[in-house]
């Protein structure tokens, strides 16, 4: 293979400055919508979505519809922005449905390949952020396989309990996998019951969806369903691993500032030579896990053949990375960090929650030794 070969397989690991330009639009308005005292505020009510936030991120910055393509009402872009939007929230950990819905729910129809009919109706109605859909599926599952499939259908006619399901309470329409096929459900129908559960994470909350006579609208059979669910799940966990990488690089900055300005014994406590080989380690930790991030999503958008071995090593790494930052800004805060107040709890809940999505670190770990035939760690 000749260099200019290999150079035009390689992935590409830097921001293009389209990137950049959406990262701050979506930082500007997180800034102003999502600040800390906010998202605190919003786990403490009832209803931990902002409708006004999402539809700001959805309408007026166009997310929702960052994967779908031009001809289907969408901004005809590619995972690389979404991983952009989704750095950005992880940042700020706002409560929004963009994972759930405009990226895993959104790639699992885009993987049917409809141009028309219902699932193309749905794709447009997601992208214009006038409906929000989730695939119902136990957030833990890393496939369709490993979810079950704990529906059945007869005749149209949907039965079954799932979850815990993210984000189903602030869902309209749920996608649901069965033996018969994939399904479109609608939320308010009869039959459908979203119940709350308590979560760890406050800011992504979960809700088993109980179907009891419930019907739908079919969209695949069961083999082209079940492989576009594999598809949704497979983005998913690509893309989470960038949530997880702006979660982490939030923990590490806040983390360095606090430590600055804390002093003890006349001195800032991040001058002790103990502190700093801590945050020194977790910034190393920190940019590799923006190497396995964007790997990932770059896999993703180019649909290189390489994409689930990408996504294992993102997920793999960037899981145990996001928890150990989230875990060290606690730490090192002090009194500070331990208080409801003050936001690090959030972070490290939601560090302690993604790194159970879409498949445990151990089960993508697994899959790393399975797809390059080593024994398994």
Known sequence: MTAQTEAAQAPDLLYSETEEDLRAAVRSLLADRADAPSVIARTESDTPYDPELWKALATGIGAAGLLVPEELGGQGATHREAAVVLEELGRSVAPAPFLTSSVVATETLLALGAQDGPAAELLAALAEGRQVAVVAVPFAAASADSAGVPVSAVTGSLDGTLGPVADAAAADVLLVPTADGLYAVATDAPGVRVEPLVALDLTRPLATVTLDGATGTRLADAGAGRRATNRGLLAG?????????????????????????????????????????????????????????????????????????????AQAYCSKVAVHAGEECVQLHGGIGMTWEHPAHLYLKRAKADATAYGTAGRHRDTVAALMELPAP
Do not use: Y
């Open 237 to 313: 966990a690509g893309l989470l691993a960038s949530e997880q990488l702006g979660l982490a690089e939030w923990c590490l900055t806040e983390t360095v500032r606090h430590t600055r300005e804390r002093h003890q014994f006349n001195r800032p406590i991040g001058s002790f030579q103990a502190l700093k080989h801590r945050m020194a380690q977790l910034w190393l930790e920190v940019v590799s896990a923006r190497a396995a991030a964007r790997n990932a999503a770059d896999a993703l958008a180019t649909g290189s053949p390489d994409t689930p071995l990408a996504v294992a090593v």
